[in-house]
C-alpha cells in the first residue's frame, strides 16, 4: 500500500477564517489519483475534492481548494471562509493506477470550528 | 447518484454468534466493493475487497474465516462476522467505486458493531 502522511493529528480554526491541512505522499508512479474526504460526526464519509495527478490545474470545489505539488508529494487542503459545518475529520487518500482500485489513506486530520 | 445504503447502523450481538452487515448500490452496479474497519479517531483500514461473482481478497492479517464476505450480485455485498468476540466491536464501512461522470468512490453510512 502506498503511504500517505498527514501530520496535523488536530487543527482549529476560526469561523470564517481559513484552514490548511497538509498531506504528503509514496509513490514511484506518474498517474494516479488523490481525494480528500471528510468525515463528520455522522461518521459518513463524504468526498470533498478529487484531483487527478495528469491535471496540473489545482482542483476547487466553492470554498475547497488544493495545492498539488507533484514533484514534492504533496496534496494539501484548503478550506476557506470556514463554517461550522466543516467540523469533522479530514482524510488524505491516494488511489495508483492499479487495477485493483484500492484507496490508501491518511492517519487524518481533526478540525474543529470554532464560532 | 451513486448511493449505497449499508444496514444495519447499529448492532449489539452476543460473543460467540454471527453477525451480517450489507451494503446495497441503489442506482448503480457496484462491481467492487471494499470493506473497512475503523476505530475510534484513527483512519480506516482496507479489510477486503470484493468483486461481483468472485471470492473477496483480504488484506494480511485479516482473517478471511472470521470476515466472510460475498458479492453475489451487482447491487450487493454482505459482510459476516463469524463468531463475535468484544475485540471485534468497531465501525465497519463499505465502500463501492462507480464509473460515472468522472468516476469515484462512494460510501456506506457504517455499522457500529458491538459485541458483548
Known amino acids: 500500500a502506498q503511504t500517505v502522511t498527514q501530520s496535523q493529528p488536530e487543527m482549529s480554526v476560526q469561523e470564517a477564517e481559513t484552514v490548511t491541512l497538509s498531506c504528503t505522499y509514496d509513490?514511484?508512479?506518474?498517474?494516479?489519483?488523490l481525494f480528500w474526504y471528510k468525515q463528520p460526526p455522522s461518521r459518513q464519509m463524504i468526498l470533498v475534492i478529487r484531483?487527478?495527478?495528469?491535471?496540473?490545474q489545482n482542483a476547487t470545489e466553492n470554498r475547497f481548494s488544493v495545492n498539488f505539488q507533484k514533484a514534492a508529494k504533496s496534496f494539501s487542503l484548503k478550506i476557506s471562509d470556514s463554517q461550522l459545518g466543516d467540523t469533522a475529520m479530514y482524510f488524505c487518500a491516494f488511489r495508483g493506477p492499479y487495477n485493483d482500485y484500492k484507496l490508501s489513506f491518511g492517519a487524518g486530520t481533526t478540525v474543529t470550528v470554532r464560532a | 447518484g451513486a448511493v449505497v445504503s449499508q444496514h444495519p447502523s447499529r448492532v449489539i450481538c452476543k460473543s460467540g454468534t454471527s453477525v451480517k452487515i450489507e451494503c446495497r448500490s441503489l442506482d448503480f452496479q457496484a462491481t467492487t466493493m471494499f470493506w473497512y474497519r475503523q476505530f475510534p479517531k484513527q483512519s480506516l483500514m482496507l479489510m477486503a475487497t470484493s468483486n461481483e461473482g468472485s471470492k473477496a481478497t483480504y488484506e494480511q492479517g485479516v482473517e478471511k474465516d472470521k470476515f466472510l464476505i460475498n458479492h453475489a450480485s451487482l447491487t450487493l455485498s454482505t459482510l459476516t462476522v463469524t463468531s463475535a468476540h468484544p475485540e471485534d466491536s468497531s465501525f465497519y464501512i463499505c465502500?463501492?467505486?462507480?464509473?460515472?461522470?468522472?468516476?469515484?468512490?462512494?460510501f456506506g453510512s457504517g455499522t457500529r458493531l458491538t459485541v458483548v
Open positions: 509513490t514511484s508512479e506518474n498517474n494516479y489519483y
Open positions: 484531483q487527478e495527478a495528469y491535471k496540473q
Open positions: 465502500s463501492a467505486r462507480w464509473v460515472g461522470q468522472g468516476h469515484g468512490y462512494t
